[in-house]
């Protein structure tokens, strides 16, 4: 093997390596395919590598980095032409050796082996890649992590594993916090709680949020079904009427558009006009399904979020709020209507209330909602559960296609 080194980059020649082969063969899930090459993290540092034929290019590393770095994690010192004389002798292990021949064992950072080992229970390649880049990207919310992969994605639930997702998640957790100093995504840590004697306007709104779960759930499957029925638009162009829509929606409300953090934080900190709050709510509900059935980029867990955060609004700005004028209820904040409302919504459509009570907790950092929290997510969940609608991700499962 020859190493270059060049403004560019450092340039290998003849390493034996295969860059999609190693990346895409199950051993790592942070590095994904990007303009002819592959885009990743290791070690927190970013690497664009790409490939052309038998030269690979390390593109922006210099020596320094390569050899402090980069060499030792693609095992480069190794000569695996040498070990396979040792066990090709056998025809299954030559035939095996041909197949996966470029593939290098990389030295990975131990606690993202674990957590990617972790994951890895009951899932496949694509679906790791997106459940690790978004709890080490997303949401900061390793409690609410632990708990969705019991509850949700249903892995078994053994002493040896809950000990080590526990582990993970807590290494995760020191890690985003400590090492990459990312904080809170939502700044509600301040919110107050409700008085004890308007809990009955908790469960209440548990109530609503568990029908209003089923009808999103139900909406988006029929959504989902009458556009696979559809003829006018051909398949390979399916993506483009929600992309045009986005569009137009960005240029008048920007807000609607992704996931919707920064639309949960104005509606969590600031009184919305009624008109506003109605536009808001129809448009970031009806862009969240046809996104969603599209099969467009848009996210799902995040956009129902933000609808119980919107609904959660709509419920502090009129029946508490009416309730109040009248004498029925003490005066409460909105805000915390708000979390009870993104708890709710989330344990009715996705079913996994445990899980989305700890994500609002974590994202806002809003303990003192705890018991309201937990009030409204059960409620909406077994309410959801006696009008015997599925829940969204096992509905969606045998639909969307991949």
Same mark, same amino acid.
């Given at each position: 093997m020859v190493v270059s080194f060049t403004p560019a980059g450092t340039v290998l020649t003849g390493a034996a390596l295969d860059i999609r082969k190693t990346f895409d063969c199950g051993q790592c899930f942070r590095f994904a395919p990007d303009g002819g090459g592959y885009t990743g993290v290791a070690f927190g540092r970013v690497l664009h590598v790409t490939q052309d034929g038998g030269s690979i290019m390390l593109h922006g590393v210099d020596r320094a980095a390569y050899e402090a770095v980069w060499a030792d994690y693609f095992d480069l010192a190794r000569d695996y032409e040498a070990l396979s004389d040792a066990f090709c002798g056998d025809e299954a292990l030559r035939t095996a050796y041909a197949f996966s021949r470029g593939i290098r064992i990389l030295a990975q950072d131990p606690w993202e082996t674990l957590c990617s080992f972790i994951l890895s229970q009951n899932n496949n390649i694509p679906r790791i890649r997106k459940i690790i880049a978004s709890l080490c990207e997303r949401f900061g919310a390793p409690i609410a992590g632990v708990l969705f992969a019991f509850e949700e994605m249903k892995c078994r639930r053994t002493p040896p594993l809950i000990a080590a997702s526990c582990a993970a998640a807590l290494g995760a957790h020191v890690m985003v916090r400590a090492v990459f100093g990312m904080g809170r995504i939502l700044p509600f840590a301040d919110f107050p709680a409700p008085a004890l004697s308007s809990y009955w306007i908790v469960a209440l709104e548990g109530v609503v949020f568990g029908f209003l779960g089923v009808g999103y759930n139900r909406t988006l499957l029929w959504l989902h079904d009458t556009e696979a029925r559809q003829t006018l638009v051909p398949d390979r162009w399916r993506a483009l009427p929600p992309l045009v829509c986005a569009g137009i929606i960005a240029l008048f409300v920007p807000q609607v558009i992704g996931g919707g953090e920064s639309l949960i934080i104005s509606v969590g900190e600031h009184g919305v006009a009624l008109g506003t709050l109605a536009v808001l709510l129809v448009l970031k509900y009806l862009f969240a399904q046809y996104s969603t059935v599209a099969a467009i980029p848009g996210g799902l867990l995040m956009p129902i979020l933000c609808l119980g955060a919107l609904w959660g609004r709509a419920w502090a700005e009129l029946p508490v709020a009416a309730l109040a004028a009248h004498g029925l209820s003490a005066p409460d904040a909105a805000q915390s209507y708000v979390l009870f409302g993104m708890a709710g919504y989330f344990a009715a459509t996705v079913r996994a209330p445990l899980t989305g009570?700890?994500?609002?907790?974590?994202?806002? *950092?809003?303990? #003192? @909602?705890?018991?309201?929290?937990? %009030?409204? *997510?059960?409620? #909406? @969940?077994?309410?959801?559960?006696? %009008?015997?609608?599925?829940?969204?991700?096992?509905?969606?499962?045998?639909?969307?296609?991949?």
């Open positions: 009570i700890m994500l609002v907790m974590e994202m806002s *950092g809003a303990y #003192a @909602c705890l018991p309201g929290s937990l %009030l409204a *997510g059960l409620v #909406a @969940c077994r309410v959801a559960n006696a %009008l015997r609608c599925p829940p969204v991700y096992d509905s969606l499962k045998a639909r969307i296609r991949f």
